[in-house]
Protein backbone atom coordinates (compact mmCIF):
# COMPACT_ATOMS: atom_id res chain seq x y z
CA UNK A 1 0.00 0.00 0.00
CA UNK A 2 1.29 3.25 -0.94
CA UNK A 3 0.13 6.62 0.74
CA UNK A 4 0.13 10.39 -0.62
CA UNK A 5 -0.03 13.15 1.49
CA UNK A 6 -0.51 16.30 -0.35
CA UNK A 7 -2.72 14.98 -3.26
CA UNK A 8 -4.60 17.74 -3.68
CA UNK A 9 -1.58 20.07 -3.99
CA UNK A 10 0.16 20.70 -7.68
CA UNK A 11 2.21 17.93 -7.38
CA UNK A 12 0.27 15.83 -5.73
CA UNK A 13 -2.70 15.83 -7.77
CA UNK A 14 -0.73 14.72 -10.65
CA UNK A 15 0.98 12.05 -8.55
CA UNK A 16 -2.01 10.08 -7.61
CA UNK A 17 -3.68 8.92 -11.00
CA UNK A 18 -0.05 7.89 -12.41
CA UNK A 19 0.50 5.98 -9.42
CA UNK A 20 -2.65 4.25 -9.37
CA UNK A 21 -1.87 3.10 -13.41
CA UNK A 22 0.82 1.62 -11.59
CA UNK A 23 -0.38 0.32 -8.38
CA UNK A 24 -4.42 -0.11 -8.91
CA UNK A 25 -6.03 -0.63 -5.60
CA UNK A 26 -3.16 -0.25 -3.59
CA UNK A 27 -3.24 3.81 -3.05
CA UNK A 28 -4.49 5.59 -0.54
CA UNK A 29 -4.23 9.64 -0.16
CA UNK A 30 -4.95 11.78 3.38
CA UNK A 31 -6.94 14.45 2.72
CA UNK A 32 -8.29 17.34 5.60
CA UNK A 33 -12.14 17.68 5.79
CA UNK A 34 -13.92 19.59 3.42
CA UNK A 35 -15.03 22.19 5.24
CA UNK A 36 -10.65 22.94 6.78
CA UNK A 37 -9.96 22.78 2.39
CA UNK A 38 -9.58 25.81 0.17
CA UNK A 39 -11.25 26.12 -2.83
CA UNK A 40 -8.73 24.57 -4.73
CA UNK A 41 -8.08 21.84 -2.63
CA UNK A 42 -12.13 21.28 -2.67
CA UNK A 43 -12.08 20.78 -6.52
CA UNK A 44 -8.88 18.65 -6.31
CA UNK A 45 -10.53 16.31 -3.82
CA UNK A 46 -13.46 16.66 -5.95
CA UNK A 47 -11.17 15.10 -9.05
CA UNK A 48 -9.89 12.45 -6.72
CA UNK A 49 -13.09 11.10 -5.75
CA UNK A 50 -13.82 10.26 -9.53
CA UNK A 51 -10.44 7.69 -9.37
CA UNK A 52 -12.14 4.25 -9.51
CA UNK A 53 -9.82 2.10 -6.78
CA UNK A 54 -8.67 4.91 -4.61
CA UNK A 55 -8.87 4.82 -0.94
CA UNK A 56 -9.80 8.43 0.85
CA UNK A 57 -8.99 8.95 4.31
CA UNK A 58 -9.71 12.27 6.42
CA UNK A 59 -6.46 13.78 8.34
CA UNK A 60 -4.75 16.64 9.13
CA UNK A 61 -0.71 16.41 9.09
CA UNK A 62 -0.99 18.63 12.35
CA UNK A 63 -3.44 15.59 13.82
CA UNK A 64 -1.12 12.48 14.85
CA UNK A 65 -4.42 10.29 15.62
CA UNK A 66 -4.93 10.66 11.95
CA UNK A 67 -2.11 9.94 10.87
CA UNK A 68 -1.54 6.75 13.16
CA UNK A 69 -4.59 5.49 11.46
CA UNK A 70 -3.49 6.25 7.49
CA UNK A 71 -0.59 4.54 7.95
CA UNK A 72 -1.81 1.03 8.81
CA UNK A 73 -0.43 -1.24 6.13
CA UNK A 74 1.23 1.02 4.51
CA UNK A 75 4.85 0.25 2.66
CA UNK A 76 5.58 3.57 1.06
CA UNK A 77 4.49 7.60 1.80
CA UNK A 78 4.93 10.64 -0.14
CA UNK A 79 4.82 13.40 1.25
CA UNK A 80 3.79 16.22 -0.94
CA UNK A 81 1.97 18.25 2.05
CA UNK A 82 4.49 20.86 2.24
CA UNK A 83 3.44 24.63 2.24
CA UNK A 84 4.75 26.27 -0.99
CA UNK A 85 6.15 29.88 -1.11
CA UNK A 86 3.34 31.06 -3.47
CA UNK A 87 1.23 30.75 -0.27
CA UNK A 88 0.42 33.35 2.50
CA UNK A 89 2.16 32.78 5.41
CA UNK A 90 -1.63 33.12 7.41
CA UNK A 91 -1.15 31.93 10.90
CA UNK A 92 2.36 30.74 10.76
CA UNK A 93 1.15 27.79 8.76
CA UNK A 94 4.34 27.68 6.90
CA UNK A 95 6.31 26.81 10.13
CA UNK A 96 3.15 24.63 11.76
CA UNK A 97 2.86 22.48 7.88
CA UNK A 98 5.94 22.51 6.95
CA UNK A 99 8.17 21.34 10.35
CA UNK A 100 5.47 20.41 12.80
CA UNK A 101 3.53 18.90 10.58
CA UNK A 102 6.35 16.57 8.90
CA UNK A 103 7.91 15.84 12.31
CA UNK A 104 4.36 14.78 13.00
CA UNK A 105 4.42 12.71 9.55
CA UNK A 106 7.52 10.85 9.96
CA UNK A 107 6.98 10.10 13.43
CA UNK A 108 3.78 8.13 12.57
CA UNK A 109 5.95 6.75 9.75
CA UNK A 110 8.51 5.33 11.95
CA UNK A 111 5.74 3.60 14.29
CA UNK A 112 4.08 2.01 11.17
CA UNK A 113 6.70 0.15 9.88
CA UNK A 114 6.78 2.26 6.32
CA UNK A 115 9.66 0.69 4.22
CA UNK A 116 10.26 3.75 1.94
CA UNK A 117 9.44 7.58 2.27
CA UNK A 118 9.76 9.92 -0.46
CA UNK A 119 9.82 14.20 0.73
CA UNK A 120 8.63 16.44 -1.74
CA UNK A 121 11.09 19.37 -1.81
CA UNK A 122 12.84 22.06 -3.68
CA UNK A 123 16.06 23.10 -5.45
CA UNK A 124 18.40 25.17 -3.51
CA UNK A 125 17.28 24.36 0.00
CA UNK A 126 19.57 26.26 2.73
CA UNK A 127 19.01 26.45 6.35
CA UNK A 128 18.04 30.31 5.79
CA UNK A 129 17.35 32.79 7.97
CA UNK A 130 15.39 32.09 11.51
CA UNK A 131 11.46 33.18 10.67
CA UNK A 132 12.26 32.91 6.57
CA UNK A 133 10.11 30.53 4.39
CA UNK A 134 13.29 28.77 3.61
CA UNK A 135 14.17 27.94 7.01
CA UNK A 136 11.14 25.72 7.50
CA UNK A 137 11.72 23.63 4.03
CA UNK A 138 15.39 23.23 5.63
CA UNK A 139 13.79 22.10 8.68
CA UNK A 140 11.25 19.76 6.89
CA UNK A 141 14.29 18.20 5.13
CA UNK A 142 16.43 17.54 8.34
CA UNK A 143 13.41 15.79 10.24
CA UNK A 144 13.77 13.10 7.25
CA UNK A 145 17.19 13.04 6.88
CA UNK A 146 17.84 12.31 10.97
CA UNK A 147 14.60 9.99 10.58
CA UNK A 148 15.41 6.06 10.72
CA UNK A 149 13.41 5.74 7.28
CA UNK A 150 14.72 4.67 4.08
CA UNK A 151 14.34 8.11 2.52
CA UNK A 152 14.84 10.23 -0.34
CA UNK A 153 14.04 13.97 -0.69
CA UNK A 154 13.17 15.26 -4.12
CA UNK A 155 14.20 18.58 -5.12
CA UNK A 156 13.12 19.71 -8.32
CA UNK A 157 13.45 23.08 -9.70
CA UNK A 158 10.18 25.49 -10.40
CA UNK A 159 7.23 23.09 -12.19
CA UNK A 160 5.58 23.88 -14.95
CA UNK A 161 2.39 22.18 -16.23
CA UNK A 162 -1.46 23.16 -15.83
CA UNK A 163 -1.95 24.75 -12.45
CA UNK A 164 1.67 25.78 -11.95
CA UNK A 165 1.52 28.04 -9.07
CA UNK A 166 5.22 29.94 -10.21
CA UNK A 167 3.59 30.58 -13.84
CA UNK A 168 -0.05 31.49 -12.56
CA UNK A 169 1.00 33.52 -10.59
CA UNK A 170 3.47 35.80 -12.49
CA UNK A 171 0.09 35.34 -15.06
CA UNK A 172 -2.33 37.29 -12.96
CA UNK A 173 0.73 39.96 -11.86
CA UNK A 174 0.78 40.52 -16.12
CA UNK A 175 -2.92 40.34 -16.07
CA UNK A 176 -3.33 42.46 -13.39
CA UNK A 177 -0.89 45.46 -14.51
CA UNK A 178 0.00 47.45 -17.93
CA UNK A 179 3.45 46.65 -17.24
CA UNK A 180 5.50 43.53 -16.99
CA UNK A 181 7.57 43.48 -13.66
CA UNK A 182 11.45 42.00 -13.86
CA UNK A 183 11.90 41.12 -10.16
CA UNK A 184 15.97 42.61 -9.91
CA UNK A 185 17.68 42.56 -12.50
CA UNK A 186 15.89 39.78 -14.38
CA UNK A 187 19.36 37.79 -14.82
CA UNK A 188 18.51 35.08 -12.20
CA UNK A 189 18.34 31.55 -13.82
CA UNK A 190 15.54 28.58 -13.71
CA UNK A 191 15.59 25.30 -14.65
CA UNK A 192 11.58 24.56 -15.48
CA UNK A 193 10.66 21.36 -15.20
CA UNK A 194 7.46 19.17 -16.68
CA UNK A 195 5.31 18.23 -13.68
CA UNK A 196 4.83 14.46 -15.07
CA UNK A 197 8.36 14.27 -14.80
CA UNK A 198 8.65 15.13 -11.61
CA UNK A 199 5.76 12.77 -10.53
CA UNK A 200 7.31 9.63 -13.02
CA UNK A 201 11.03 10.78 -11.20
CA UNK A 202 9.00 10.14 -7.86
CA UNK A 203 7.14 6.95 -8.64
CA UNK A 204 10.68 5.82 -9.63
CA UNK A 205 12.11 6.11 -6.15
CA UNK A 206 9.39 3.17 -4.61
CA UNK A 207 11.90 0.90 -6.23
CA UNK A 208 15.03 2.18 -6.67
CA UNK A 209 17.48 1.54 -3.97
CA UNK A 210 20.49 3.70 -5.09
CA UNK A 211 18.16 6.91 -3.96
CA UNK A 212 17.96 5.66 -0.40
CA UNK A 213 19.67 8.38 1.90
CA UNK A 214 19.84 10.61 -0.88
CA UNK A 215 18.40 13.80 -1.81
CA UNK A 216 18.18 14.47 -5.45
CA UNK A 217 18.24 17.80 -7.21
CA UNK A 218 16.75 17.54 -10.81
CA UNK A 219 15.32 20.42 -13.11
CA UNK A 220 14.52 20.17 -16.91
CA UNK A 221 16.52 19.95 -20.09
CA UNK A 222 16.90 24.29 -20.30
CA UNK A 223 17.73 26.87 -17.90
CA UNK A 224 15.82 30.36 -18.61
CA UNK A 225 16.48 34.01 -16.99
CA UNK A 226 13.82 35.34 -15.31
CA UNK A 227 13.49 37.97 -17.89
CA UNK A 228 13.15 35.62 -20.18
CA UNK A 229 10.74 33.50 -18.42
CA UNK A 230 8.47 36.70 -17.96
CA UNK A 231 9.22 37.26 -21.73
CA UNK A 232 7.54 34.05 -22.62
CA UNK A 233 4.38 34.32 -20.24
CA UNK A 234 3.73 37.77 -21.59
CA UNK A 235 3.98 36.16 -25.75
CA UNK A 236 1.57 32.83 -24.69
CA UNK A 237 -0.90 35.19 -23.29
CA UNK A 238 -0.93 37.09 -25.90
CA UNK A 239 0.07 40.45 -24.19
CA UNK A 240 1.55 43.74 -25.12
CA UNK A 241 3.45 45.02 -21.88
CA UNK A 242 6.27 47.23 -21.50
CA UNK A 243 8.86 45.92 -19.23
CA UNK A 244 9.80 47.18 -15.65
CA UNK A 245 12.78 46.07 -13.84
CA UNK A 246 12.21 46.01 -9.98
CA UNK A 247 14.95 46.13 -7.70
CA UNK A 248 14.67 43.41 -4.70
CA UNK A 249 14.20 45.94 -2.08
CA UNK A 250 11.66 47.28 -3.82
CA UNK A 251 9.81 44.33 -4.85
CA UNK A 252 9.78 42.90 -1.01
CA UNK A 253 7.72 46.05 -0.33
CA UNK A 254 5.11 44.87 -3.27
CA UNK A 255 5.11 41.58 -2.01
CA UNK A 256 4.42 43.09 1.59
CA UNK A 257 1.45 44.96 0.09
CA UNK A 258 -0.06 41.96 -2.17
CA UNK A 259 0.44 40.07 1.13
CA UNK A 260 -2.66 41.44 2.09
CA UNK A 261 -5.21 40.19 -0.55
CA UNK A 262 -6.77 36.40 0.13
CA UNK A 263 -4.29 34.68 -2.37
CA UNK A 264 -1.78 37.29 -3.60
CA UNK A 265 0.26 36.93 -6.65
CA UNK A 266 3.71 37.58 -4.87
CA UNK A 267 4.24 36.60 -1.74
CA UNK A 268 7.72 38.09 0.63
CA UNK A 269 8.90 34.24 0.65
CA UNK A 270 8.52 33.71 -3.21
CA UNK A 271 11.19 36.42 -2.95
CA UNK A 272 13.33 33.82 -1.46
CA UNK A 273 14.18 32.06 -4.66
CA UNK A 274 15.75 35.25 -6.19
CA UNK A 275 18.58 34.39 -3.74
CA UNK A 276 20.30 32.01 -5.49
CA UNK A 277 20.60 30.28 -9.37
CA UNK A 278 17.41 28.03 -9.27
CA UNK A 279 19.31 25.76 -11.24
CA UNK A 280 21.25 22.36 -11.58
CA UNK A 281 24.17 23.04 -13.51
CA UNK A 282 23.59 20.27 -15.94
CA UNK A 283 20.76 20.12 -18.35
CA UNK A 284 20.68 16.55 -18.56
CA UNK A 285 20.21 15.78 -14.93
CA UNK A 286 16.97 14.02 -14.89
CA UNK A 287 18.11 11.47 -17.46
CA UNK A 288 21.24 10.75 -15.77
CA UNK A 289 19.45 10.47 -12.32
CA UNK A 290 16.18 8.49 -13.35
CA UNK A 291 16.55 7.88 -17.00
CA UNK A 292 13.88 9.99 -17.99
CA UNK A 293 13.89 12.19 -21.05
CA UNK A 294 12.92 15.78 -19.82
CA UNK A 295 9.87 17.51 -21.35
CA UNK A 296 10.97 21.35 -22.58
CA UNK A 297 9.04 23.96 -21.36
CA UNK A 298 9.24 25.35 -25.38
CA UNK A 299 7.69 22.20 -26.32
CA UNK A 300 4.78 22.41 -23.47
CA UNK A 301 3.86 26.45 -24.63
CA UNK A 302 3.45 25.22 -28.32
CA UNK A 303 0.46 22.89 -27.49
CA UNK A 304 -0.97 24.67 -24.20
CA UNK A 305 -1.37 28.08 -22.88
CA UNK A 306 1.17 28.67 -19.67
CA UNK A 307 -2.17 28.58 -17.32
CA UNK A 308 -2.42 25.25 -19.43
Known sequence: MILVIGSTGFIGRNLVPKLLQSYPGRVRVLVRSSSSSSKRSA???????????LEIVEGDVLNPASLAKAMKGIETVFDYAQVTANYKDKDNIYWR???????????????????RFILGSGLG????????????????????????????????????????????????????????????????????IYVEDVVTAAIECINRDDKIGKAVAFG?????????????????????????????????????????????????????????????????????????????LHEYLEKNSILG
Open 125 to 192: TIQGKPGSYMRTRWEAEQTVRNSKLNWTILQPSILFGRGAEFFEAQARIIKMLPIATIIGNGKIRFQP
Open 220 to 296: GPATFTYKELISLVVKNLKKQRLFLYLPLPLARINAALFNMLPEPPLTPATLELFDFENTTGDDQILEKEFGIKAFS
Open 97 to 115: VNVEGTKNVVAAAEAAGVK
Open 43 to 53: ASLAALKKLSG
